[in-house]
């Protein structure tokens, strides 16, 4: 599976953005999928997740803000909608799958077998 993230931009605080993650290779349909991020000069952070049975884990500095779906008949890719950013949003997103997650392992960095690039997202002040 080849995971490809998109969606980032610059925005102004209060905006909104939203990332896609597109899975070549396969359907996505049983895998967890996640967003984490990474600050500059700070460590990568889980930011969601959605199950294959469709419920979703979110950090809770975006709860409330971000929400995580899949797309398309297919379920091949997953979106992440941003709203009300703020600066400290600011991070690089990288998208992640893997098919044998159990619930404990959703916001462990380390546990996803599957990464895409990163995607920029800069909200200004």
């Known amino acids: 599976v080849q995971l490809q993230a998109s969606g980032g931009g610059l925005v102004q605080a209060g905006g909104s953005l939203r990332l896609s993650c597109a899975a070549s290779?396969?359907?996505?349909?049983?895998?967890?999928m996640a967003w984490f991020r990474q600050a500059p000069g700070k460590e990568r952070e889980f930011v969601a997740a959605?199950?294959?049975?469709?419920?979703?884990?979110y950090a809770d500095s975006v709860k409330g803000r971000f929400t995580i779906s899949r797309h398309n008949a297919a379920e091949n890719t997953v979106n992440l909608q941003m709203n009300s950013l703020k600066p400290d949003d600011t991070a690089v997103y990288y998208c992640?799958?893997?098919?044998?997650?159990?619930?404990?392992?959703?916001?462990?960095?380390?546990?996803?077998?599957?990464w895409g690039q990163g995607t920029q997202v800069t909200v200004s002040s």
């Open positions: 959605i199950r294959s049975v469709g419920t979703t884990h």
């Open positions: 290779g396969g359907t996505l349909r049983r895998y967890t």
């Open positions: 992640a799958a893997d098919g044998t997650l159990i619930l404990s392992q959703i916001r462990v960095e380390n546990a996803y077998d599957y």
